[in-house]
């Protein structure tokens, strides 16, 4: 089964706030392919939603995994569909964004 993959308008908005960083102390064309490859591996969600690490105790039903060390990307699965919720970059405190957001009702 393939799941859809679909990014909320925040983590939309954390993706470019990224490459707008990223281009401004290197180029362009870096901040353009780090984010990309993100983007990338978002989607390769679609054919392995379940992986990365259970985070009930921050939101239920929150998942977590890594990219390359540096970007946290949150999500959550349900029957078809993986929601990237969020993406955090250098060691921002997404646990406490995530539980604010969850409890604003977002």
């Known amino acids: 089964m393939s799941y859809r993959v679909v990014f909320s308008p925040e983590a939309a908005e954390q993706l470019a706030d990224l490459y707008g960083y990223i281009a401004t102390v290197a180029s362009p064309d870096i901040a353009a392919r ?3 490859a993100i983007v990338g591996y978002c989607e390769s969600l679609r054919a392995f939603p379940h992986r990365g690490t259970m985070r009930d105790d921050v939101r239920p039903g929150l998942r977590i995994t ?18 990237i919720l969020g993406v955090f970059y250098g060691g921002q ?3 406490t964004i995530l539980q604010d957001n969850f409890e604003d009702g977002q």
């Open 93 to 95: 405190d997404y646990e």
């Open 66 to 83: 890594h990219y390359k060390k540096r970007a946290v990307i949150a999500f959550d699965v349900d029957a078809e569909m993986v929601s």
């Open 34 to 36: 780090y984010t990309e």
